[in-house]
C-alpha cells in the first residue's frame, strides 16, 4: 500500500509539473503563422512527453497516461494544439519503445497509432458537449484509462496491465486533472488582470478611445504603417470658453459626446476597420487613416463637420466646430512622426484661418 501511495504522488507529482509548465507558455506564448509556430509548439512539448514516458517507465516499470498532456492541452488551450499533441504523443511512443526495444513490431505500432486515434476521437465527441472544460477532462481522461487498459492487456509494453498500475494510473489522472482546473482558474484571474492593466495603458479613461501612449505604440510597429494612409488631428473648436463657462463636467460630457461622433461618423463612411481614434491632448484627437474607399477626403471631413455642428447638448447653447489638419503617409518618406508633425501645422494654419475648417495636404 505504501508503495502504491508512493507511485502515485510520484506519477502525479511529475505530471502536474509537466502540466503547470506547459499550459501557461502555450496559453500566453505570441502565436505564430505558419511553420514557425508549429516548430514552437512542438519543441516545447516534446521534452515534456519525453520526461513523462522515461520517468514513469523507469520509476513505476510501465508507461503511464502517454495522451494525459495531449488532452489537457486539447481541452484547456485549444482544439488545433491538442490535435497536434496527440498526432506527436504517438510518434514519441513509438520512437521511445523502439530505442528501449532497439526494434518495434508492425504490431506495437498499430496500437500506438490505434489507441491514439481513438482517444482523440472521444475527446473530439466529448468536446461537443456544452459542459464546462474540468468536466470534459474528466470523461477524456475517462476514455484514455479505459485504451490503456485494453492496449495494457494486449501489449504490456504501451501500458499498465496489472491492477495496481490501473488504480495508480486512475487516481494521478484525477489529481492531475484538479490541479490542472484550479490552476487553469488562477490563471484566467491573471488574463482579466493583465487585459484591464493593458486597456488601462492604451485608452483614455475619459472617452475610452485609445490615448497618447496607443498612438506612439502604433507609430513604432511596421505593419500598422504599412497600412496607413493619412493622419487627421481634429480640434475642438473654443473648448477652453465652453470648459470655462459651463464647468468641467459639462466640458467633459462635450468630449465624450463629440469623440463618440467622429467615431460613429467615421465607421459608418468608411468602416470601422478603416480608421483608428485616439485622444491626444485636451480637446484634440487623432484619427490615423487606413483607407476611406470610393470617399474623397475633403467630402468626407466635410461631412463630419456638418455632424459635429448638429450635435445637440442639453443646456449648452454654443454650436460645436472643429478644426482639422490631414495629412498623407506617403508624402511623407512614410514615417508617422513627420506624417504627424505636418498634420499639425495644418491644424494651426486651420486655426488660424478661422477654424471650423479643415486643411488638407495634397496627396
Request: proline content about 1%; some cysteine.
Amino acid at each position: 500500500m505504501y508503495t502504491m501511495i508512493v507511485d502515485i504522488m510520484t506519477l502525479s507529482a511529475m505530471c502536474i509539473g509537466l502540466c503547470f509548465s506547459l499550459i501557461p507558455i502555450l496559453r500566453f506564448h505570441e502565436k505564430s503563422d505558419g511553420a514557425e509556430g508549429y516548430i514552437l509548439v512542438t519543441t516545447i512539448f516534446l521534452p515534456l512527453l519525453y520526461s513523462l514516458l522515461s520517468v514513469s517507465k523507469l520509476t513505476l516499470n510501465s508507461i503511464h497516461l502517454y495522451f494525459l498532456l495531449a488532452i489537457l492541452v486539447y481541452v484547456y488551450n485549444g482544439k488545433n494544439l491538442g490535435r497536434l499533441y496527440f498526432l506527436l504523443s504517438s510518434l514519441v511512443i513509438i520512437s521511445y519503445l523502439s530505442m528501449l526495444q532497439k526494434s518495434v513490431s508492425i504490431d506495437l505500432i498499430m496500437y500506438a497509432l490505434l489507441n491514439g486515434s481513438l482517444t482523440y476521437l472521444t475527446t473530439w465527441i466529448i468536446g461537443f458537449f456544452q459542459v464546462k472544460k474540468v468536466i470534459r477532462g474528466f470523461f477524456s481522461l475517462t476514455s484514455m484509462w479505459l485504451f490503456e487498459m485494453i492496449f495494457g492487456l494486449i501489449n504490456p509494453n504501451i501500458g499498465p496491465q496489472t491492477t495496481s498500475g490501473y488504480f495508480i494510473d486512475i487516481i494521478s489522472a484525477i489529481l492531475v486533472l484538479i490541479a490542472v482546473h484550479y490552476f487553469d482558474r488562477y490563471l484566467d484571474k491573471k488574463q482579466e488582470i493583465i487585459n484591464e492593466l493593458t486597456w488601462q495603458a492604451n485608452n483614455d479613461e475619459l472617452t475610452q478611445f485609445y490615448n497618447l501612449y496607443r498612438l506612439h505604440k502604433n507609430f513604432d510597429s511596421e505593419q500598422f504603417n504599412q497600412k496607413m494612409l493619412a493622419i487627421a488631428i481634429i480640434d475642438l473648436d473654443y473648448f477652453k470658453a465652453v470648459n470655462d463657462r459651463y464647468g468641467h463636467n459639462m466640458g467633459n460630457q462635450v468630449l465624450i459626446i463629440f469623440s463618440k461622433h467622429i467615431h460613429q461618423y467615421l465607421a459608418e463612411k468608411i468602416s470601422r476597420e478603416n480608421f483608428d481614434l485616439y485622444r491626444y491632448g485636451g480637446e484634440e484627437f487623432v484619427v490615423t487613416i487606413r483607407s476611406i474607399g470610393n470617399a474623397d477626403m475633403d467630402s468626407l471631413f466635410e461631412g463630419l463637420q456638418s455632424c459635429v455642428n448638429a450635435i445637440t447638448i442639453n443646456k449648452l447653447n454654443e454650436v460645436l466646430s472643429f478644426s482639422g489638419g490631414i495629412a498623407y503617409f506617403g508624402n511623407h518618406e512614410k514615417d508617422p512622426l513627420m506624417t504627424f508633425e505636418f498634420a499639425d501645422k495644418l491644424l494651426y494654419l486651420a486655426k488660424k484661418a478661422g477654424r471650423k475648417q479643415t486643411c488638407i495636404e495634397s496627396q
